[in-house]
């Protein structure tokens, strides 16, 4: 049964604009759509999300979705709203690429079984590979114009730029190389609707046109707004750069923080667009949420459901059990069952000193631990006192002027983790 995909998107606030009669012709019977994603990395990043989301709706709308990895254009540059040229990748390369970033996308995606409505994974490298300079330029080059392509936003404002060094041939034809994708996903697959970022419109709308002037057809356009942070800063980046849909370019604890951190206007506008959640549910979430801000309630269930999606319900657990660890709803054995990568991103920033074994073999007084071997405190006096206060913690567990530090207490046989009051830790790392 077909749904309507385009009033999905429309409330989720996934819609930027759509070539008319898109949404009637749609609703007809099932139809195949594509999105490019760009393989160079072997992982992609939340700034995907979007895209990739677009293509999951469409799958559950009971169309057919085709994810095209783009081999041929990734080796150069699009022009919108990058400065620099790609480098080019061999071969061996883009299929680790494309084979890492499949198995991301089967997280959203059914590539398996034999549904009229499976997914396709394509690379555009596999059909353009073979194809001659002059053999593109004499086929596809000669239906489009100069001025039709001059005329495109991501062409004029490259251009334009004071700050741009202006733009090569090669970016200057990146239009038509994608243009010439949907061309042959039409001819191919019949894939009569591309979709992608607001950006693309001017790409996505060549190939409409070559379909238009070669095939004869009629080629559809859909794009999705770029999204952007309430506070104007950049959405998908993070200190550390790019988050990663990876666990090992970016841990799942600090794939989860970063959803927890939205802004309160941000989880409203996010958790439509990045998860499954019915209509019904997300209003539920933010009523709940303006009667009680404070609780995160938005912000709680967006981390839940992105971190689930992406990586899995184990992994949301621990980064669940992580956080708690910093706020105090924790234990020894919460802390010690952390494994050293999750640790050290916990504790990201916080101050540490290094000491080696053979002090601890000897065992190391809780006051020298405090100020002498790490200047965590400033004097012996200061770390009396605040023993005296009670306030001094080891490994999250209070202790007293007569307590030992010694290798029973080394996590992950090499940090111990001093802690004064409730937010002011040290990490002791023993080498």
Same mark, same amino acid.
């Given at each position: 049964?077909?749904?309507?995909?385009?009033?999905? +998107?429309?409330?989720?606030?996934?819609?930027?604009?759509?070539?008319?009669?898109?949404?009637?012709?749609?609703?007809?019977?099932?139809?195949?759509?594509?999105?490019?994603?760009?393989?160079?990395?072997?992982?992609?990043?939340?700034?995907?999300?979007?895209?990739?989301?677009?293509?999951?709706?469409?799958?559950?709308?009971?169309?057919?979705?085709?994810?095209?990895?783009?081999?041929?254009?990734?080796?150069?540059?699009?022009?919108?709203?990058?400065?620099?040229?790609?480098?080019?990748?061999?071969?061996?390369?883009? #299929?680790?690429?494309?084979?890492?970033?499949?198995?991301?996308?089967?997280? /959203?995606?059914?590539?398996?079984?034999?549904?009229?409505?499976?997914?396709?994974?394509?690379?555009?490298?596999?059909?353009?590979?073979?194809?001659?300079?002059?053999? /593109?330029?004499?086929?596809?080059?000669?239906?489009?114009?100069?001025?039709?392509?001059?005329?495109?936003?991501?062409?004029?404002?490259?251009? *334009?730029?004071? *700050?741009?060094?202006?733009?090569?041939?090669?970016?200057?034809?990146?239009?038509?190389?994608?243009?010439?994708?949907?061309?042959?996903?039409?001819?191919?697959?019949?894939?009569?609707?591309?979709?992608?970022?607001?950006?693309?419109?001017?790409?996505?709308?060549?190939?409409?046109?070559?379909?238009?002037?070669?095939?004869?057809?009629?080629?559809?356009?859909?794009?999705?707004?770029?999204?952007?942070?309430?506070?104007?800063?950049?959405?998908?980046?993070?200190?550390?750069?790019?988050?990663?849909?990876?666990?090992? #370019?970016?841990?799942?604890?600090?794939?989860?923080?970063?959803?927890?951190?939205?802004?309160?206007?941000?989880?409203?506008?996010?958790?439509?667009?990045?998860?499954?959640?019915?209509?019904?549910?997300?209003?539920?979430?933010? +009523?709940?949420?303006?009667?009680?801000?404070?609780?995160?309630?938005?912000?709680?269930?967006?981390?839940?459901?992105?971190?689930?999606?992406?990586?899995?319900?184990?992994?949301?657990?621990?980064?669940?059990?992580? *956080?708690?660890?910093? /706020?105090?709803?924790?234990?020894?054995?919460? +802390?010690?069952?952390?494994?050293?990568?999750?640790?050290?991103?916990?504790?990201?920033?916080?101050?540490?000193?290094?000491?080696?074994?053979?002090?601890?073999?000897?065992?190391?007084?809780?006051?020298?631990? +405090?100020?002498?071997?790490?200047?965590?405190?400033?004097?012996?006096?200061?770390?009396?006192?605040?023993?005296?206060?009670?306030?001094?913690?080891?490994?999250?567990?209070?202790?007293?002027?007569?307590?030992?530090?010694?290798?029973?207490?080394?996590?992950?046989?090499?940090?111990?983790?001093?802690? #004064?009051?409730?937010?002011?830790?040290?990490?002791?790392?023993?080498?």
């Amino acid at each position: 049964m077909i749904k309507n995909f385009i009033e999905e +998107l429309r409330w989720r606030g996934m819609l930027h604009d759509a070539m008319p009669g898109t949404e009637a012709y749609l609703l007809e019977q099932m139809r195949s759509a594509y999105v490019g994603f760009d393989p160079t990395a072997d992982s992609l990043h939340i700034g995907n999300l979007v895209p990739i989301m677009l293509l999951a709706h469409y799958q559950r709308a009971g169309h057919k979705p085709f994810a095209l990895v783009g081999g041929a254009t990734g080796m150069i540059g699009d022009p919108s709203g990058k400065s620099a040229e790609r480098n080019l990748l061999d071969e061996k390369t883009l #299929r680790h690429n494309q084979e890492a970033i499949k198995a991301q996308l089967s997280r /959203f995606l059914d590539f398996e079984g034999d549904a009229p409505n499976t997914a396709v994974l394509v690379n555009n490298y596999d059909w353009m590979k073979n194809f001659s300079f002059l053999d /593109f330029i004499r086929d596809v080059g000669k239906h489009i114009t100069v001025n039709y392509m001059m005329a495109k936003d991501s062409v004029k404002n490259r251009i *334009s730029s004071e *700050s741009s060094e202006g733009m090569s041939f090669t970016e200057f034809t990146y239009q038509l190389v994608q243009g010439y994708d949907f061309l042959h996903l039409y001819r191919g697959h019949d894939c009569t609707l591309q979709m992608g970022g607001s950006d693309q419109w001017g790409n996505i709308t060549t190939g409409t046109e070559l379909i238009r002037r070669i095939a004869a057809g009629k080629g559809y356009a859909l794009t999705c707004p770029l999204i952007t942070k309430s506070d104007g800063s950049k959405f998908g980046k993070s200190e550390g750069g790019n988050v990663w849909l990876d666990a090992n #370019r970016t841990s799942p604890y600090k794939f989860y923080q970063y959803w927890l951190n939205t802004s309160d206007e941000d989880a409203e506008k996010y958790i439509k667009i990045f998860t499954f959640l019915s209509k019904k549910d997300i209003e539920q979430l933010i +009523l709940e949420h303006s009667q009680a801000a404070h609780l995160r309630i938005l912000q709680k269930r967006l981390a839940d459901e992105v971190t689930v999606i992406v990586h899995s319900q184990e992994d949301l657990d621990n980064a669940i059990k992580a *956080s708690n660890i910093l /706020f105090g709803k924790s234990t020894s054995a919460d +802390l010690k069952n952390l494994d050293e990568a999750t640790f050290l991103d916990v504790f990201d920033g916080v101050p540490q000193a290094e000491i080696s074994k053979e002090i601890l073999l000897n065992g190391l007084g809780v006051i020298a631990a +405090l100020s002498e071997h790490t200047g965590f405190l400033k004097s012996n006096g200061e770390a009396r006192r605040a023993l005296k206060e009670n306030s001094i913690s080891v490994n999250k567990e209070k202790v007293n002027d007569s307590f030992v530090v010694s290798e029973k207490d080394l996590i992950n046989d090499q940090f111990v983790l001093l802690q #004064r009051g409730k937010k002011n830790y040290f990490v002791i790392r023993v080498t």
